[in-house]
């Protein structure tokens, strides 16, 4: 349909460009191209500007093309873009290894290792964990996204369109529910099921890790009681379990801190971290106490570009910025205007079931009524397309695609912001009417 449209044609030149030789498992969000981007602005390819609040998926919290960060890698590009690092090392990357080590909450001294993406990042936790511990299981929870490769696939809940037709999965990957206090899943209930899972599906004795998001991101961006991570660390503590935390989504201030974990003081055992710290190059890292990311042996773990310089570089350079710039606050503030708003559309809008967020990770639930509560994943991406068509970039998120997320570049102007909510709220009223 897109590939249709004429008010864009360029983009619609590139569309059908697409089609013709790009796998249909990778479908564009949006009918139009990028031709540029800065800030929290995407510019199309026919020139139309769009207030970007997807950033990425999360990647860009210092926002597109951040200045100092295209100098940190213009940089590095004069000096060398790859070695290998476990062939050739260089100082960028124990850099990043350093300062992630001291930003990760917790007095247990730390190591990290560095990766590509969110997934590879995954994929390596759980292996230290294995290793470490010498046990199989790993536990993850429902409505979990945790990467697309077997094993974080398989610690991925949401079944469509993820997993449907690509299995066998990974096994030794036990599930149980996440706290969600919108449907009214509790603390309690979760902790119950938890040890319902030691009795009647494994043996606690034999579970090498739990990996959790300290907010589900891909799952509906929902926020646990602040209770729920010091229990299920104390469960972990009680069984020798090793606990990490996957802060790819909810990292580099996200949600008004620099990891998630510090709003309920949790120290995580290993903490996997990606998409904003490479500030839009690929660049992720496990991180974690020194003792269990030292267990593997010499060589046990790696890959070719892992912890590539020029990414290395640009992470340096976003560890500044959000310093530099108070990120953090901005990120309480950004998200503190658009909860303010957005519990008016609850009571407004008879399809917005729940506002809720923590920082900048803000969702917003969208629901055939109020007292059914059942999602309306359609109606949400009529919203989705509205959004776009009338300028604003969001996200659908939820295992019934019925949550909009908004992680936006922390950058954004207030401005950019509040045009952002205006034009999404048109959109809300026009999606609804044409229902
Ligand atoms: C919490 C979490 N973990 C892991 C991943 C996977 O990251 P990547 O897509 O870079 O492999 C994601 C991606 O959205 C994520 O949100």
New binding site residues.
């Given amino acids: 349909m897109e590939q249709q449209l004429t008010d864009r044609p360029r983009s619609a030149a590139i569309l059908a460009e697409h089609a013709r030789w790009v796998a249909r498992a990778k479908t564009p969000h949006v009918g139009f191209a990028a031709a540029r981007a800065r800030g929290a602005i995407v510019v199309d390819a026919d020139g139309r500007e769009y207030i970007d609040f997807s950033g990425g ?1 999360g990647s860009l919290n210092v926002g597109h093309c951040h200045p100092k960060v295209v100098a940190a890698v213009r940089d590095q590009l004069d000096k060398f873009m790859h070695t290998d690092y476990a062939v050739v090392p260089y100082e960028v990357y124990v850099e990043v290894c350093r300062r992630l080590c001291e930003a990760v909450p917790g007095n247990s001294p730390k190591k990290a290792l560095l990766f590509n ?4 990042a ?1 994929e390596n936790a759980v292996k230290i964990a294995r290793y470490a511990t010498g046990r199989p299981a790993v536990i993850a929870f429902e409505g979990a ?4 490769t077997y094993m ?1 696939m398989s610690l991925t809940s949401r079944v469509h369109p993820y997993k449907a037709g690509f299995g066998p999965f990974v096994p030794e990957v036990y599930r149980i529910p996440y706290p969600n206090p919108y449907r009214g899943i509790t603390t309690d209930m979760v902790m119950e099921s938890l040890q319902r899972l030691f009795r009647a599906g494994v043996a606690a004795t034999d579970v090498a890790a739990i990996i959790v ?1 300290p907010v589900q ?2 799952g509906g961006y929902i926020v646990p009681p602040d209770d729920f991570l010091p229990r299920l660390r104390d469960v972990a503590d009680e069984h020798g379990i090793v606990l990490i935390v ?1 802060e ?2 909810t990292g580099f201030g996200r949600t008004g801190r620099m990891f998630a974990v510090e709003h309920v003081g949790v120290e995580p055992d290993l903490m ?1 971290v ?2 904003s710290l490479g500030g839009g190059l690929p660049l ?1 890292a496990v991180v974690g106490k020194a003792t269990l990311m030292d267990a593997p042996v010499p060589g046990g773990l790696g890959g070719t570009f892992p912890g590539n310089p020029v990414a290395c570089a640009a992470a340096l350079a976003v560890f500044d910025i959000i310093q530099e710039e108070n990120l953090l606050a901005r990120a309480e503030a950004i998200g503190r205007t658009m909860l303010e708003r957005m519990r008016g559309w609850v009571e407004r809008y008879p399809f917005v079931g729940d506002a809720r967020g923590r920082g900048a990770m803000v969702g917003l639930e969208i629901v055939k009524d109020k007292e059914s509560k059942q999602p309306d994943g359609q109606l949400t991406q009529r919203i989705v397309r509205r959004a776009w068509e009338n300028g604003v970039i969001i996200l659908q998120a939820g295992l019934e695609g019925n949550v909009l997320r908004f992680p936006m570049p922390l950058v954004i102007t207030d401005e950019q912001l509040n045009r952002g909510l205006d034009i999404l709220e048109r959109s809300m009223q026009e999606a609804a009417a044409a229902r």
């Fill in positions: 998926v993406t969110g997934a590879e995954v996204f945790h990467g697309r974080a998001e991101g891909e996957d790819v989504q996997t990606g998409k992720s």
